[in-house]
């Protein structure tokens, strides 16, 4: 298994402002995926992270807003941009599995919110 | 796109009553994963069902996965307070997961 340490836990942010949320992995991994979890809500997958190229977002999402970093195989870094209280939402990395993907794991989450 | 859908979204239930939860998945896929939240958690994994038939039981929860339907259950057996919490499935698509809506279960003493 891995274990995954993410932070910050919470956080509260005036609009307008930026967050930078960090992902630390107890082991290496090809591939971290950021997700994000609006209140009451399920989870949606924001981008997946490989290290070493860009980030690959899902529809809905862009690299100008959520700006993603992964320059080693155990770390990634995703950023809240221009921050509005719709971003309220929980934020949360995750890993695959080794091997063929058999688990997912999946850090404490950040919640964010914006005011 | 594929699509995930659970129901029910909303699940009350008695202590020691039984309940099924399911989950319809609308592509193919071979690999599915039940995750448990509890109020302002993180996710637990629960199960990861990986064929077509696989069943996996741990206590009071029992999971199986009918590749050929695209559906996958999660049994509740003589439920307890414990297992409060929202319960999410999960569809492995290649190197990403595509999650249900979630079910929220509040068992009642």
Not at chain 1, 4 to 29: A, F, H, M, Y
Not at chain 2, 78 to 94: E, I, M, P, R, W
Request: net charge neutral; hydrophobic share 35%.
């Amino acid at each position: 298994s891995a274990v995954i340490s993410q932070k910050p836990s919470r956080d509260i942010c005036q609009r307008g402002t930026s967050l930078t949320i960090q992902c630390q992995v107890d082991s290496q991994v090809t591939m971290m995926f950021w997700y994000r979890q609006q209140p009451g809500q399920s989870l949606t997958l924001i981008a997946t992270a490989n290290q070493g190229s860009e980030a690959t977002y899902e529809s809905g999402f862009v690299i100008d807003k959520f700006p993603i970093s992964r320059p080693n195989l155990t770390f990634s870094t995703l950023t809240v941009s221009n921050m509005s209280p719709e971003d309220s939402s929980i934020y949360l990395c995750s890993v695959e599995g080794g091997g063929p993907r058999t688990e997912a794991f999946f850090g404490q989450g950040t919640r964010l919110t914006v005011v | 796109e594929l699509k995930v859908e659970q129901n029910p979204l909303f699940l009350s239930m008695q202590e020691g009553k039984n309940y099924t939860i399911y989950c319809n998945y609308s592509t193919t896929s071979d690999r599915l994963y039940w995750y448990r939240q509890d109020p302002g958690k993180s996710l637990e994994s629960l199960f990861v069902l990986l064929s077509n038939g696989a069943v996996k039981q741990e206590g009071r929860l029992m999971a199986s996965l009918d590749t050929k339907a695209r559906l996958s259950t999660l049994h509740i057996t003589a439920a307890v307070h414990d297992l409060s919490a929202t319960y999410f499935c999960a569809v492995d698509q290649g190197n990403m997961l595509t999650f249900g809506g979630g079910t929220r279960l509040m068992v009642k003493p």
